[in-house]
């Protein structure tokens, strides 16, 4: 049996740690493209457009490969024209969502904190307000579970 020397064991390792914290690189949300693939369906004066991303459009949003994980983004835009608000938990997408935390740990690597720190950060700041006021405008993700083919929301 023949034994690695330490130095290039060494490196190996090494290589294998930096490997993991370079894998994190989303993109802008406007150059990913997906929005133009919504569809609308109106109710009074609420408008709501939802996307359901292909493992792609995840990958190049959220900047890791969530479809290995088994989840899938959706996209939901929320228009309120109305004089109250209301309030749309993600529960209403999937009965079974991952909150932005769940789907984020799901992306971490090993020994990358300041790297697990930053998706952490940016799927929160993706998520979807829960809470849309009168007037106002709200778009965001719910992780869902991944659906091969055609994408059926509650």
């Given at each position: 049996m023949r034994i690695m020397p330490a130095g290039v064991l060494?490196?190996?390792?090494?290589w294998v740690l930096v490997g993991g914290c370079a894998s994190f690189t989303p993109r802008p949300l406007a150059e990913v493209g997906f929005e133009r693939r919504a569809q609308s369906q109106t109710d009074g004066g609420v408008q709501v457009s939802v996307v359901a991303l292909t493992a792609d459009e995840a990958r190049d949003a959220m900047g890791v490969n969530l479809a290995r994980q088994g989840i899938q983004p959706v996209w939901v835009k929320v228009?309120?024209?109305e004089s109250i608000g209301f309030v749309l938990p993600?529960?209403?997408?999937d009965h079974e969502y991952f909150s932005p935390l769940e789907?984020?740990?799901q992306a971490h690597?090993?020994?990358?904190?300041a790297t697990n720190t930053r998706i952490d950060e940016h799927f929160h700041t993706l998520r979807l307000p829960a809470r849309i006021g009168p007037g106002e405008t709200v778009s965001g993700f719910v992780f869902t579970n991944l659906d091969k083919g055609v994408k059926r929301l509650v």
């Open positions: 060494m490196m190996l390792v090494l228009q309120n024209r993600p529960m209403v997408i789907a984020a740990w690597g090993w020994l990358t904190g």
